[in-house]
Each structure stands twice: as C-alpha cells, then as structure tokens.
Nanobody, 123 residues
Framework: QVPLVESGGGLVQAGGSLRLSCAIS????????MGWFRQTPGKEREFVAT????????RYADFVKGRFTISRDNTNNTMYLQMNDLNPEDTAAYYC????????????????WGQGTQVTVSS
C-alpha cells in the first residue's frame, strides 16, 4: 500500500479555489506532524504548510498565509489543503509528507514521495 496518495489538483483560473487531499497510511506517517510541499520544474521543493497531529498548530509559508488552510481528519487518515485566491505563482506539483521542524524551517522527514498532484493556475 502506497503510504501517501495526493489528489485534488487540477486547472483553475486565477482567484479560484482547489482542495487537495492526502490519504495517509503506514505507521511512519500516522500520528505525526504532516505537511504539504510543492515543486515546480527546475526549482527545489518548498514548504507550504504543516499541521500537528491534533490539528491545533497549523503553520504556513508566508506566501500562502490567509489564502490556504491546512486540516486533517485523523479518523479517516486524511489531510487536506484548502487553497483559495490562487494565483499563477501557485502552479506546482503538490506533495504531502511527514514534516519536521529544523533550524532551516519545516522540512520533510523522509526523502520518499508520492506521485503528487498537479495544480495549474491560469492568469
């Protein structure tokens, strides 16, 4: 069973919304702080948002604050990213992973990724 499966991406116009989902399986991921990351071709993967297991402490990258909301449903082992007011700079492949806090900020805990879900925002 693939431990992380992202879905919900698509093509949307600027100003539109999408809701991404991350289906979580495997003991290495359940019960831990999880996060969303994104990557565009030629650029390093970057942190988008993270949420602890209880959901009480969401954290966001500055460029998504006020537009994106991260949440999780531990009963159904699913994490979400509600993305509003999208702009073309949000175009990227979005990935979920277990997240950890480091001196450099939030980083993925594992260098193993799902297939991601593509978000494309047209102007």
């Amino acid at each position: 069973q693939v431990p992380l499966v992202e879905s919900g991406g698509g093509l949307v116009q600027a100003g539109g919304s999408l809701r991404l989902s991350c289906a979580i399986s495997g003991n290495a991921f359940r019960g831990y702080t999880m996060g969303w990351f994104r990557q565009t071709p030629g650029k390093e993967r970057e942190f988008v948002a993270t949420i602890n297991y209880s959901g009480s402490h969401p954290r966001y990258a500055d460029f998504v604050k006020g537009r994106f909301t991260i949440s999780r449903d531990n009963t159904n082992n699913t994490m979400y990213l509600q993305m509003n007011d999208l702009n073309p700079e949000d175009t990227a492949a979005y990935y979920c992973n277990r997240a950890q806090s480091t001196v450099r900020g939030f980083e993925p805990a594992f260098d193993s990724w799902g297939q991601g879900t593509q978000v494309t925002v047209s102007s």
